[in-house]
């Protein structure tokens, strides 16, 4: 009996905080509240899920250098040798995902490319910063729809290849590894 009690307990509990999450989101209300489906979600994923959103629309638009503690200012890469740009782009890729900003597409670049992006494209981006720790924002270093031949080359599987010509008519650029494969963490962590 005491581990039903605690069940309905836990259950009552949730349904509580459904009801908290969907007040405080009323004055956010818009389309994306409808794609929450009560019937299909348990209600502890529902408020998973609504918590998420209100984190959303309570969350700061900061340039992602603010992200960090101190923030983090690169010095210009015209100031930089080779091997020392390389070293503080290393340290740099690992302090991004550090603060679950991961960087995807980016063994096409250059060490220098990528400093250069990170430097004048990525750090003074203004997103939105969520303090949720399965929360990673996905910078992605190349855009197929305007560079379709570095993805095609170096990103597509076959099957994408094969549709992207099957769509266009335009013939494919060879595949060929990555020029510049880095180890670095490129994706978020599973939960």
């Not at 959303?56 to 080779?82: G, I, N, T, Y």
């Not at 070293?87 to 990528?114: A, C």
């Not at 570095?150 to 597509?156: C, E, F, K, T, V």
């Amino acid at each position: 009996m005491t581990e039903l009690h605690e069940h309905n307990h836990d259950e009552v509990d949730q349904l509580l905080l459904n009801a908290a999450l969907r007040d405080a989101l009323e004055p956010f209300l818009d389309e994306s509240v409808n794609m929450v489906n009560s019937h299909t979600m348990t209600t502890s994923k529902e408020n998973e899920y609504l918590a998420s959103m209100l984190a959303w629309e309570r969350a700061p638009l900061l340039p992602l250098s603010s992200w960090f503690e101190p923030e983090l200012k690169l010095p210009d890469p015209d100031e930089l040798a080779d091997q020392e740009l390389h070293d503080l782009l290393s340290d740099t890729l690992n302090k991004l995902y550090d603060n679950h900003i991961v960087l995807d597409y980016i063994d096409h670049l250059s060490d220098r490319e990528l400093y250069c992006l990170i430097v004048r494209d990525i750090l003074p981006a203004e997103e939105k910063k969520l303090d949720l720790p399965k929360n990673y924002l996905h910078w992605h270093c190349l855009d197929w729809n305007t560079q379709p031949d570095p993805w095609l080359r170096y990103y597509a599987t076959g099957e994408e290849r094969d549709r992207w010509a099957l769509y266009t008519g335009d013939p494919l650029p060879p595949s060929e590894p990555v020029p510049y494969p880095r180890q670095i963490p490129s994706r978020a962590p599973k939960n």
